[in-house]
C-alpha cells in the first residue's frame, strides 16, 4: 500500500495550490480519502474527505467554499484544489485512506478515526 502526496509548494496569500495523493496497493473505490494537516508546533486536523464509491465529500468549516476535494478513478488519486490561500493554511499536507464504512465522513475527518495508510506529507507554505 503506497499514498504518495505531491503538490505543495511556496504561494502568496490570496494564490492557489493543487495538491495530489496517488493511492496504490488497495482498493481504492472501497475506501475513504481525507486530507490532513499539520502546522509547525500544532496537532494534525482534517482539512477534507471523499468517499470514492458516490463521491459524496466532507469539509471543516476553515476550508469549507476556498478547498475541493476530488478523485480521477483512472488514475487512482485524490486531489485537493486549495484556493484563496491564506498564512494559516501552512502546513505539511498529509493524504490518508481509510476502509469505507465503520465511520461516517465528519467522523473519520474531524476526529481523525478509521484511517488505515497515511502518506509522508507534502508542504504547503503561504506567505503574507
Known amino acids: 500500500v503506497q499514498l504518495v502526496e505531491s503538490g505543495g509548494g511556496l504561494v502568496q496569500a490570496g494564490g492557489s495550490l493543487r495538491l495530489s495523493c496517488a493511492a496504490s496497493g488497495f482498493g481504492f473505490h472501497e475506501f475513504v480519502i481525507g486530507w490532513f494537516r499539520q502546522a509547525p508546533g500544532k496537532e494534525r486536523e482534517g482539512v477534507a474527505s471523499?468517499?470514492?464509491?458516490?463521491?459524496?465529500?466532507y469539509y471543516v468549516d476553515s476550508v469549507k467554499f476556498r478547498f475541493t476535494i476530488s478523485n480521477d478513478y483512472d488514475k487512482n488519486t485524490v486531489y485537493l484544489q486549495m484556493d484563496s490561500l491564506k498564512p494559516e493554511d501552512t502546513a505539511v499536507y498529509y493524504c490518508?485512506?481509510?476502509?469505507?464504512?465503520?465511520?461516517?465522513?465528519?467522523?473519520?475527518?474531524?476526529?481523525?478515526?478509521?484511517?488505515?495508510?497515511w502518506g509522508g506529507g507534502t508542504l504547503v507554505t503561504v506567505s503574507s
Open positions: 471523499i468517499r470514492n464509491s458516490d463521491l459524496t465529500t
Open positions: 490518508a485512506a481509510g476502509q469505507d464504512g465503520p465511520f461516517d465522513l465528519e467522523t473519520m475527518t474531524r476526529y481523525s478515526y478509521g484511517w488505515n495508510y
